[in-house]
């Protein structure tokens, strides 16, 4: 009994660590482009090593946390904002997104990078594996979204969204080597 509500208490200190960082990433002024009216924020990196440290369950769990909390109200979101206005506006759909994408990179980290026996095909699942949540999953839930909100064009919102690909693939890598190395020395934190 000591050993399963060890457990529990372990992983909800995971999640709330992770929420947290993820909100505190949001202290990071947004850069905003004009061409598409969603900010580059580093809220994105978060969100990658939520999943591809903690697994899909506590990954998922962290993101759906801030997502939650800032549409409670509750400014954690880069450029201090939070709001129902933020799920409403153009950025919404990027919003969901990171729920799904933090599941995605979580599951394929979980079954996929780590059962890899090399370090190298570790780096190279995982990097697949967070571009594939981290960009792939949040681009399809934030372009349509977008596009829907403003009255712009699929086309274009994709077309506005490639600005935002060089600074995601950096944090993809960033966040690849971090998980990778973290779980080479501690094995157990998947589990």
Known sequence: MATATSSQTRNT?????????????????????????VP????????MLAGALLGPIRGMLSSLIVVVLALAGLPLLAGGRGG?????GPTGGYLLG????????GALFKYWVLRQKSQGMRIATGLLSTML???????????PWTS???GLDLGTSALGSLAFIPGD????????????????SYRGLMR
């Open 98 to 105: 990171w729920i799904f994408g933090s599941l995605v990179i």
């Open 13 to 37: 200190v995971y999640v709330a660590i992770f929420a947290a960082m993820i909100a505190a990433m949001g202290l990071v002024p947004p850069i905003v482009i004009g061409i598409i009216p």
């Open 169 to 184: 693939l950096i944090k993809a890598v960033v966040a690849t080597l971090v998980a990778v190395t973290v779980h080479r």
């Open 148 to 150: 829907v909100v403003t």
């Open 84 to 88: 129902l206005a933020v799920l409403l």
């Open 40 to 47: 580059i924020t580093l809220q994105t990196l978060g969100v």
């Open 133 to 143: 949540g981290g960009i792939g999953v949040i681009y399809l839930f934030g372009i």
